[in-house]
Structures are given as C-alpha cells and as structure tokens.
C-alpha cells in the first residue's frame, strides 16, 4: 500500500495536462492498494465499530458554520454531498443529486427520491433550497464565498431545484462536494437553532450519538440511509488525541483502529510494526504561514515579501517533514495541473533579500509578530523551524498555542487574536475554491477580510466562467502569480497521506483530500 517516491511527493519533470494528471492521480490511488488489495477487494461485511483517533476536535458540526480543514472526516459521516468526488482524480460526480446547465447561467439539480434525514423528514427541493439559502445568506455561514454566484434558488419541482447564476460558474459542481453541499435538516436547524452546531442532523451513512468535548465523538448506523452500497460499519468512535504519536500507538497496542495524517518522521514505526499497514499518497495538503493583511505591519508588501524570501523550503521538508512531501512555492503543488512553474522560481530561498527589503519597510532592526499555532509536538517542531528562520531576518515570532479548533477559531473568526497562523490548507476539488477561499474578499480564510486588488476579484470570477482546462489554466496562472508576487501567504510544504490502519479494517481507500473517508470501510470478523 505504498507508493513510489515521485508519486508521494507530486514531484514531476515537466509540467502535465490535466487530463494527465487525472490519470497520474488516479494511477498514484491506486497504486497504494496494489499490495494489500486485500482491502478493496474484499467482500465488505456489515457491522462492527470502526475506532479512529483523530488529531482534532471540530470546530463544529454544522458544515455551514464551522471553519476547521480537520472537520471533514467528521462530517462524512453525518452528512452526503449533492455532488460526490471520485477519490482518485477529485472529478465531480452525482451524489444526492445530479445537475446539469440548461444555458451557461442556470443550473439545474434533480435530487435523489426516497433520501430522508436522520430525523425522518425529507430530502427534497425545499430542503435544498433551505441549505442553499442558509450558506449564502445566514450571518453564521462560513461558506458565502463558495456560493457568491447564486443569485436565486427556485424550488422547479418536488425535487428539482434551479439555481440562477449572476454569472457562468463552472465550479459549482465541485463546490457542490464540499461544505456547501452537505446537506443538514431545516427542521433540525429550526428547533435547535444554534445548537445545531452540537446536535447536527444530515442524512449521511451514521448519525451523532455523542460529543463530548475534547474527548470523543460517537456516530452509529442510519438504518434509513438511501444506499447499500456503502455505510457497512454498526458505528465510528472517534477518540480526540492532539498528540499523533499517540494516536499510532493506540492503533499499534489495539485500542484504536485507524489514525491518520500521521508525521513522517512515525513512519519507520510503523513500517516495523505487523499489525499495523500503511497507506499512503498524494493530497493537496499544504502547510503555511496564514497572514492577517490588516495588521501592522503585514500591511506592506515588502514585509510579507521578506518572509517568504526568509524561508529555506527545502529545508523545511527536510526538518519538519522528515523528508517526505515537497517544498510550497504556491497553493498548488507541481503535480496539479494548473501549477504554475514560473510562479515558483519567484521566492528562493535568500535572507540577505529578505533583510533589504525588513530595511527598506523601516524595519531594520525587525519587528515582533503575534502568531497562533498548535500545540502538538510537530506542530511545535515546525515552529521552531520558522522561528529559528524568520528570527535570523529579524522578524520574532511570539507563538500562542492551543488545539487546532480553538487557534483557527480565534485567528479566523470574530476575535482576530494573531498577526498570522501557522496551519495547513486542506486542498479542494478545483483551485477556484482554494484561491477563492483564501483570498476572495469576504472568505473565511481571508482573515484580514482584505480585497488585494480589484484585478484579483476578477480573476477569481473569471476562473469559474469556462470550461476550457486551458483557458481556466491561463487565468489561475495571472492569479498565483498576483498571489504570490504580493505575498498573501508563506506557502512551506505539501503533505503526502500517512494513515496506519490495523489488519482488520477492510477497504479503506486514501484520497487527494488526504482525510478520511469511511464510507466504503468494513472490519474483518
């Protein structure tokens, strides 16, 4: 269940098409099952609890209201998507619903018949309507940004729903697989109002027995649920345990069954232990320094540039991923077939540039920076790097360190507690959601809620108007390039997926994503 160095790494000679990189992806998938295709093969067996350590606990378990990349392989559990990936290339496919785009500006969805929520009622066009209208316009929703081209969403039918576009947006499908197209019961969000966020109801394969904070979280099996091709397992427990290293070891002495993203440097561990497989592969992940752009002195170009011409990238992979992933010259990795080479050859690694340009901002003898991070051990090795790197330019990072939810939380949300974040960006099915997440005026992940420039916001618009792989990878260059020439953000390095799973899971199949999904998971009696 390994996969070659270059494929684990995204590291490519030239640069692809995207239909080669599809099927490199897809190759790349499928290669990590060849050696224990035990897994896929297997007839699944129903029932049995699947028990996951997970690093984090969710931000919430509202998919409209949380923000944390961590809460994914949570909410699948809970929640389907409109629109499905497949997991080896991230191609849209129908889910709940399948859509189609009578004229450029109108798309059509027609769900599913029979789908009901945990709490009986109905999955049908009112109640797409009901989530569609919430993410775009609830004060709550985190997800505006991904819906900004829907100007209307009119019930057609029982269970037809038309979206009316104020412009072509070629990316809704692929918006569709993610937040925005989970689907959770109005009536649920009607009783419990905010509390949803704590008592979610969607109409996934399990439904939420219990979270207790910080400690676990139980699903069990929606016997109603609309597929029998999928949803095998009785339940998923899911034990929060910050300290992945911990989590390996649980898995290693019996007590769990599966921990993923997993460091590097465990992987020696677990190649040595028999009870144990690993799986790995490509993903989107990438580690990165977020910058609050309306903050001092984050605020001067010159200052953001420093940072990045401050950073030995290669050294980074080397120390704080133990060598395995590739250095972040951008939001994509070199594999991706919108990459931009050229955009990468724009920060090497130089910190005699990057003291010229702290002097030239009126910062020569550097400045202190507030910046939230994570209190995990590697998360803790990877500060160490920055600052040790950033401190030789003369810019002091002052880290404060918490969980995962509570630091994304107060660097993301209302507080606005640090200059800057040293966190991961999950990766989407289609880089319009990346660079419109990130940088998109009012995006959740744009934390200063900064507009870079009017040309930015038109690119972001402009890149889900076609459908064209070469035109959308023209305008996805100009956008990385403004990107990175204005230093938005300090990207490090890309993750490949390492999840250690005992013998008796059956089925398990990684994804570009790189978080886990369960769907398809069974236990060996």
């Given amino acids: 269940m390994k996969v070659s160095k270059d494929i684990a790494t995204g590291l490519l000679a030239a640069p692809m098409t995207r239909r080669e990189w599809l099927l490199m992806m897809g190759a790349g998938t499928a290669a990590t099952l060849l050696p224990g295709a035990v897994l896929a093969q297997d007839k699944p067996r129903r029932g049995g609890v699947l028990r996951v350590s997970a690093f984090a606990n969710p931000s919430s378990l509202d998919p409209a209201t949380g923000g944390a990349g961590s809460d994914h392989t949570f909410l699948w559990t809970i929640y389907d998507t409109l629109v499905e990936w497949d997991y080896a290339t991230l191609e849209p496919r129908p889910g709940m619903a399948r859509w189609e785009y009578p004229d450029p500006t109108t798309m059509v969805l027609t769900i599913t018949p029979g789908i009901e929520f945990h709490d009986g009622t109905p999955c049908d066009a009112e109640a797409v309507k009901f989530n569609l209208d919430r993410g775009r316009t609830d004060a709550r929703s985190n997800i505006k940004a991904d819906l900004s081209s829907i100007e209307s969403v009119e019930v057609a039918?029982?269970?037809?729903?038309?979206?009316?576009?104020?412009?072509?947006?070629?990316?809704?499908?692929?918006?569709?697989?993610?937040?925005?197209?989970?689907?959770?019961?109005?009536?649920?969000?009607?009783?419990?109002?905010?509390?949803?966020?704590?008592?979610?109801?969607?109409a996934g394969p399990w439904r939420l027995v219990e979270w207790a904070d910080n400690q676990s979280i139980t699903v069990t099996r929606n016997e109603k649920y609309w597929r029998d091709d999928r949803g095998f397992l009785d339940g998923?427990?899911?034990?929060?345990?910050?300290?992945?290293?911990?989590?390996?070891?649980?898995?290693?002495?019996?007590?769990?069954?599966?921990?993923?993203?997993?460091?590097?440097?465990?992987?020696?561990?677990?190649e040595r232990t028999k009870e144990v497989e690993l799986v790995t592969g490509p993903t989107l992940y990438c580690r990165q320094i977020y910058l609050n752009l309306s903050r001092r002195p984050l605020q001067d170009v010159r200052v953001r540039q420093a940072m990045n011409f401050a950073i030995d990238r290669e050294a980074f992979v080397k120390v704080a991923q133990s060598g395995a992933g590739e250095p972040a010259y951008m939001n994509l990795p070199s594999s991706h077939w919108?990459?931009?080479?050229?955009?990468?050859?724009?920060?090497?690694y130089d910190p005699d540039k990057a003291r010229a340009l702290l002097a030239e901002a009126g910062y020569k003898d550097g400045f202190d920076l507030s910046i939230g991070g994570y209190a995990d051990a590697d998360s803790v090795r990877r500060a160490e790097f920055l600052m040790d790197q950033l401190g030789k330019v003369g810019v002091r990072l002052k880290f404060t360190n918490g969980t995962v939810a509570e630091i994304s939380a107060q660097y993301f949300g209302q507080e606005k507690k640090f200059d800057a974040l040293v966190s991961a960006w999950t990766g989407r099915p289609d880089p319009a959601m990346t660079y419109g997440l990130m940088y998109g005026k009012d995006a959740y992940f744009n934390a200063g809620r900064v507009e870079v420039s009017p040309e930015l916001t038109e690119l972001l618009a402009k890149s889900r108007e076609s459908e064209d792989t070469a035109v959308r990878k023209q305008v996805f260059s100009r956008i990385q390039r403004i990107v990175m020439e204005q230093a938005l953000v300090v990207p490090l390095g890309f993750d490949a997926e390492m999840t250690a799973i005992s013998k008796r899971v059956v089925g398990y199949r990684p994804n570009l994503i790189g978080k886990p999904k369960y769907e398809f998971v069974s236990l060996a009696s």
Avoid: C, W
């Fill in 338 to 348: 919108a990459y931009d080479p050229e955009v990468a050859k724009l920060y090497p």
């Fill in 236 to 270: 998923i427990q899911f034990a929060i345990m910050p300290e992945r290293a911990t989590g390996l070891r649980s898995v290693v002495a019996g007590q769990n069954d599966l921990a993923y993203q997993l460091p590097p440097r465990l992987k020696p561990l677990i």
């Fill in 157 to 202: 039918g029982p269970l037809q729903v038309r979206l009316k576009l104020s412009r072509p947006d070629t990316a809704l499908p692929a918006i569709l697989t993610d937040r925005a197209g989970m689907m959770v019961s109005p009536a649920a969000v009607r009783k419990y109002g905010n509390e949803h966020d704590r008592r979610a109801i969607g």
